[in-house]
């Protein structure tokens, strides 16, 4: 498992520099009085897909956008696949490609001519079969001649990713991709990133959505107030809670408290009202011992469900809050 | 150069499926030539000229009823009281008063003209006036046979739709950069487009470049358009050179266009994108000549009119189109325009946003 890498020592951050194609150190940006982005850290593996979640507000649009070089940091340096970002602003933007947040775009155009237009602007190849690469990536042959205002939102969206894909860029930066999506269309866009990375693209995401970290990233930064306050991978950071689910079922009779505590991967157990419930780090060895415990008393085991702990509970034990607020 | 090609292309071909474009660039000024055209081509078909005095001479009587089988002139006769009157009421554009000269071959003229109708008048006293100059011309005798005496009336001898083509010309010059380019820019900031395009490696002075590119060549096809329609429909006379037209209609619209990027540097909003245009631009309409010739308005207006960079538009259009001036002799419409462009430019510089607000 890793460690927080925002908290590595010295040497072993050195150790790893070679495999990271974004080293982000100290990132800071202030508006007036009120500090956005509050001496971040990021450092992303080649070829991850590395997810920014915290709630609205926190400062992750901030800091992708100043990796990104659409905003000056007041503080910190970027290195990215080599280039220094904040030296050489032009090199940075032909080895990436951004989503901004908002996915409008020239009306009046249609997708193939968008994305020609924008290959162009990247001194990229605009030739029909590259444009129609670009189109298939995204699955939207159907939609190659529609003009923007003829797409749904998800197609927009998945429209952007082609559009920041022109260049066959190192580093892909999608800021809240599947932000007011249908859960269909948010699935349709995890498969295209997921195929991208599988293309060799380095991803970095923002998101707050938990399960979409969940389900996409290898690696989550969690972001609050404008610092990263824990960073690894989803498992890690759940499991890092000690409890990673909780079984509950109602049973008909009693079961002895003592037995339940000694059930494999058990860390603790309630009964209140005929409503079972306890907490586990091993669910499969905890259920197996309750099954045989329930079955030697003679009680039967109602409505049984298992609940991971989520980000969510990370998000939690971290700030007390929880992150839809 | 192959980036600035393609956003070039892109924005002609965004241009031409805007319908909202096509109308304020094309049908607007287009209806404006047609309504202002027929408006005033019937009224000048015939003018209502009064006379009165017109038996004091042989020669008045003679000019008289030659007046009346003119087909331009609509006569009346009355006395001297009873047609000033009329002129008064708004009944006639002109009235001639004939009075005995210093023989009675001679005839004296004088013309009154309503002042608050210059145009009208303008077109009629001219038309009257060659008239006149005409019997005089014809008859050669030693002296003159009518003396005529219109003080403070220059005609131009210009037709209303020579004047007015030129104008509309320049208004929709004026409207496409500082309306239609505003509320453009803005709602590419507000929609969050000129983010996008920071994210490009493309520079924003490219993306600008290629906006007034395309602006430039759509103001000029707009120009040959409107030419076009006013010579097929009223028989517009172009005595100009078509280079010297196509030089003005450049130098007028880079020089709104700056206005434009000006204003879409200083506006929140689309909103106010468009309220500001209208703000800076109608009251420009209507100072600068582009309707009617402001040399007629009052003289405390006058300088007014002459800080306005429409009126040096519309004047440097009329001189090349109608008056055939060539580019040198315009050289103060011309170097207006640029300075507006120059100042322009380097305002919207200076206040440029990449975003409506910071986040």
């Known amino acids: 498992m890793d460690t927080a890498l925002t908290e590595s020592p010295p040497a072993r951050e050195a150790m790893l520099a070679g495999s990271y194609i974004i080293e982000a150190r100290g990132l800071v940006k202030r508006y007036g009085a009120t500090t956005a982005v509050d001496g971040v850290d990021v450092s992303v593996r080649q070829n991850e897909i590395f997810g920014i979640l915290g709630p609205n ?71 029909p079969a590259r444009v129609d690469r670009l189109i298939g990536m995204v699955s939207l042959e159907d939609k190659r001649n529609a003009r923007v205002d003829q797409l749904s939102g998800g197609q927009k969206q998945r429209l952007s990713i082609a559009l920041a894909m022109v260049n066959d860029p190192m580093v892909l930066f999608l800021d809240e991709p599947t932000t007011g999506l249908d859960p269909q269309a948010r699935r349709n866009l995890w498969d295209v990133i997921r195929d991208l990375r599988e293309g060799g693209t380095t991803i970095v995401l923002t998101s707050h959505y938990m399960e979409e970290a969940e389900e996409l990233c290898d690696r989550v930064a969690v972001m609050d107030y404008g610092k990263i306050i824990a960073c690894d991978t989803p498992l890690a950071l759940v499991q890092s ?28 157990s309630a009964v209140n009202d005929g409503q079972l419930t306890i907490q586990t780090v091993d669910v499969p060895g905890t259920l197996a011992d309750l099954f045989a415990l329930a079955d030697e008393e003679g009680v039967r085991l109602d409505n049984l469900t298992t609940t991971s702990a989520t980000l969510e509970d990370v998000f939690l034990s971290y700030t007390g809050r929880s992150l839809r607020e | 150069m192959k980036a600035l090609r393609y956003m070039i292309v892109a924005n002609f071909k965004m241009t031409l499926r805007n319908r909202t474009a096509l109308f304020w660039n094309l049908a607007f000024p287009a209806i404006f030539i047609i309504l202002f055209g027929l408006l005033l081509t019937t009224e000048t078909d015939a003018f209502s000229v009064g006379v009165a005095g017109e038996s004091t001479t042989s020669i008045a009587r003679q000019v008289t009823s030659d007046l009346g089988n003119s087909s331009a002139f609509d006569v009346s006769l009355g006395s001297r009281e009873s047609q000033l009157e009329a002129l008064n009421e708004g009944e006639r554009s002109v009235v001639v008063i004939f009075s005995e000269g210093a023989t009675a071959q001679l005839a004296e003229a004088e013309v009154y003209y309503d002042q608050t109708d210059p145009q009208q008048a303008q077109i009629a006293l001219s038309a009257v006036q060659q008239f006149l100059n005409q019997v005089n011309v014809e008859s050669l005798g030693e002296q003159r046979p009518v003396t005529v005496s219109v003080q403070g009336v ?11 083509v030129p104008g509309i010309l320049a208004m929709s010059i004026m409207n496409s950069g500082m309306i239609g380019l505003t509320t453009a820019f803005v709602s590419y900031r507000e929609k969050g487009i000129l983010r996008r395009i920071k994210a490009t490696p493309f520079p924003l002075s490219s993306f600008i470049f290629a906006r007034i590119v395309s602006q430039v060549v759509i103001a000029v096809f707009q120009a040959m358009v409107l030419i076009l329609l006013g010579m097929l429909l009223f028989d517009l006379q172009i005595d100009g050179s078509l280079f010297n037209v196509v030089i003005m209609v450049t130098v007028g619209s880079l020089a709104f266009l700056s206005l434009g990027f000006m204003i879409s540097s200083f506006a929140r909003n689309q909103e106010a994108a468009a309220s500001l245009g209208n703000a800076f631009s109608f009251p420009m309409l209507f100072l600068s000549g582009v309707f009617f010739p402001v040399d007629n308005a009052p003289a405390w207006l006058q300088p007014i009119t002459k800080l306005i960079p429409l009126t040096y538009l519309a004047d440097g259009l009329r001189n090349v189109m109608v008056r055939g001036e060539n580019l040198p002799a315009e050289w103060l419409n011309i170097g207006v325009l640029l300075l507006t462009c120059v100042i322009g430019l380097v305002l919207s510089v200076r206040y440029f946003r990449w975003e409506s607000a910071p986040a």
């Open chain 1, 241 to 268: 809670l000690g409890e990673s689910a909780t079984v509950r079922a109602r049973i008909e009779g009693r079961l002895d408290s003592n037995r339940l505590e000694r059930l494999r991967g058990a860390t603790g």
């Open chain 1, 57 to 127: 507000g926190a400062g992750k649009t901030t800091t992708l956008e100043m990796i990104e070089g659409l905003r000056d940091p007041d503080a910190g340096s970027i290195q990215l696949a080599g280039i220094d970002a904040l030296a050489n602003p032009i090199a940075l933007k032909k080895s990436i490609g951004v989503q901004l947040q908002s996915t409008a775009l020239f009306d009046y155009l249609t997708l193939a001519e968008l994305i020609e237009l924008f290959a162009a602007l990247y001194g990229a190849d605009t030739g």
């Open chain 2, 154 to 164: 220059e005609s131009q001898g210009l037709r209303y739709i020579d004047y007015l």
